[in-house]
């Protein structure tokens, strides 16, 4: 199970970062990001530490943000598939630390991850979709974009006071 | 429950906000889109229900047992709330070893008890403490962890396991109760001692008709009498050499434990002191019950470190019966354990030393220093071993490579006593 898990996540962290390639036209500096990326998560996966998974992730936004930039193409619309295949690969980063800890995990443990992952994934690509087609509804109007500011800040800030109010309660 | 963000959390939430930054920085939606993707379902998974409250318990089936016996330690849960994920893991001494793994993760369903086994093979003896049981819940899709030790601790005894002696020191003295040892009087017995002429009051059953037919007047046979005698177990705690194989307190356990299972067959009355940092000890008695006793005397041994200089004076009346028969164990290191065996010889007590500490087990060193200190120190525990001969105190190696009972062999007999073997 351990193994097919990190296969899984090897393939889909490759599949993920060298897909800015696509857009970049291959150029080094894109090569170069999605190398590291996929060695970051790859360390990540076998000493199960997630630093190591956050910088590759983080360098792999970071690549995508740049190819975007400069491929001066109107819409991405697969932005909401990298974001399941992102949101799949931090599920199998997930399941993957839990085989590091010489834990003996029930099935049914491996079943529920699974579902979680997949039901999250599916959200989250939704969500995505609809902030793109709204994002790219407005792009033309720049008198949007500090409304859009504020709402993207104000996500973030209902994401980390959830989490807030989940661990130290009301 | 000491609730945790997880790492997945901190990751998702730098992804998200490093995608929105790059996202009004670019002017490009796709990256607003990506921190939604993010964003949105951990705002779903945090926004679940409570993290629900567990309650867990911990006990030992059974509670004692032999070494190298198997125990299953039982771990009970309950959770109040919703369903969720839950790891456990189990707090093991060394001497304790899991047969699998001492870490579980499973599904607590909401409101239902699961009971988790953990079958662990008793590896060594003493009173073992098990726990606490870490009980670590996840919830919100893995966001946020709850994580709470859970007491009291269970207590395993694990008593050692130990060869059965068949002929142990027959005591040089003896008390004045029947028993299984002959005494050094005479009297009425059946250990043929003398011949002597026949006084008034003698048995006709004694009479030595061979003998007093050949002198012309009666005769009468003589013979000791079996008395039992005390026996005080002297186990010096104040250092434990850890050696390659085994640990002299091992030892020490170990043989006590088998003599004092002898004697108290033999209707011995059988007293113990644990002369050390902490001094502990039991006054001799005999019986089943008393068993029982040494048993967990010999399971609360350690050795214990301390400064104080300690001698027998410390040591109650009643810890050493007149004409006790005293064997100690020790690995002749502390000067203080050296000098209270020396004054319980001085003391008229018959003192037989066992000798837990072989140095053939210890590596004398590659340099030339360290093979002239190793000299040395061997040196000085053959004049130790000398000086304790020269006081009258028989000192006998037992590294536990061979049976108790044949290093006790070696000790030399002074006293024309002999022992009943049953």
């Keep these: ?170 | 429950l000491i609730k945790h963000a997880t790492p997945k959390l901190v990751c998702v939430v730098l992804l998200a906000s490093l995608a929105l930054v790059l996202g009004f920085v670019t002017g490009r939606p796709e990256l607003v889109a990506l921190c939604a993707c993010l964003a949105l379902p951990q705002v779903i998974s945090l926004s679940a229900g409570p993290l629900p409250e567990v309650q867990a318990r911990l006990e030992f089936d059974p509670s004692r047992s032999l070494e190298g016996d198997t125990v299953t330690a039982t771990a009970t849960l309950t959770a109040d709330g919703p369903s969720c994920e839950v790891e456990i893991g189990l707090g093991l001494p060394p001497e304790l070893s899991p047969r699998g793994r001492a870490r579980r993760a499973f599904i607590l369903p909401a409101g239902e008890t699961v009971i988790r086994k953990f079958p662990l093979r008793a590896e060594r003896w003493g009173a073992h403490k098990l726990g606490p049981l870490a009980v670590r819940v996840r919830h919100f899709g893995g966001l946020v962890t709850g994580e709470e030790l859970f007491g009291p601790i269970a207590r395993l005894k694990v008593y050692p396991t130990f060869e059965q002696v068949m002929r142990a020191i027959p005591p040089p003295d003896t008390k004045s109760y029947s028993g299984d040892y002959a005494a050094r009087a005479s009297g009425d017995g059946i250990e043929f001692a003398s011949v002597r002429d026949f006084i008034r009051g003698d048995s006709p059953r004694r009479i030595n008709w061979r003998a007093t037919s050949r002198q012309g007047f009666l005769h009468v046979n003589v013979a000791h009498p079996e008395r039992d005698a005390d026996i005080v177990l002297f186990l010096d705690t104040f250092y434990d050499a850890d050696l390659s194989s085994r640990s002299t307190l091992d030892l020490t356990v170990r043989g006590a434990a088998a003599l004092a299972r002898h004697h108290l067959r033999h209707n011995d009355r059988v007293g113990l002191i644990s002369f050390g940092g902490t001094l502990r000890w039991l006054t001799a008695s005999m019986g089943r019950t008393h068993a029982y006793r040494i048993a967990d005397f010999l399971l609360d041994v350690s050795a214990s470190f301390s400064y104080a200089w300690k001698n027998i004076d410390i040591l109650p009346q009643a810890t050493l019966p007149p004409s006790a028969f005293v064997i100690a164990f020790s690995p002749l290191i502390d000067r203080r354990a050296l000098g209270a065996i020396t004054d319980i010889a001085a003391r008229g007590f018959s003192v037989v030393v066992i000798d837990t500490l072989t140095e053939d087990e210890i590596a004398p060193g590659g340099s030339p220093e360290e093979t002239l200190a190793y000299r040395v120190w061997r040196l000085q525990r053959d004049m130790v071993r000398g000086r304790l001969e020269s006081a009258g105190v028989p000192v006998v190696k037992w590294a536990g490579e061979t049976s108790i009972e044949s290093a006790l062999a070696q000790v030399p007999r002074r006293r024309s006593t002999t022992s009943i073997t049953l």
């Design chain 1, 1 to 170: 199970m351990k193994r097919a898990v990190v296969a899984t996540a090897l393939l889909l962290s490759i599949l993920l970062t060298f897909y800015p390639l696509s857009l970049a036209r291959a150029q080094s500096w894109a090569v170069a990001m999605s190398t590291i990326s996929v060695a970051l998560v790859g360390v990540s996966l076998f000493t199960h530490r997630w630093p190591f998974a956050s910088g590759g992730l983080g360098l792999f936004i970071l690549e995508y943000a740049v190819a975007l930039h400069i491929s001066k193409a109107p819409l991405d619309t697969s932005a909401p598939v990298v974001g399941l295949s992102c949101l799949l690969l931090i599920a199998l980063l997930d399941l993957n630390s839990l085989f590091g800890a010489q834990t003996l995990i029930e099935p049914s443990v491996i079943v529920r991850r699974i579902r979680q992952a997949l039901a999250g994934a599916s959200i989250g690509a939704i969500c995505g979709l609809v902030a793109l087609v709204a994002a790219a509804g407005t792009r033309a109007n720049h008198l949007l974009l500090p409304i859009g500011v504020v709402a993207g800040v104000t996500a973030l800030g209902i994401t980390v006071t959830a989490a807030r109010k989940a661990i130290v309660g009301d």
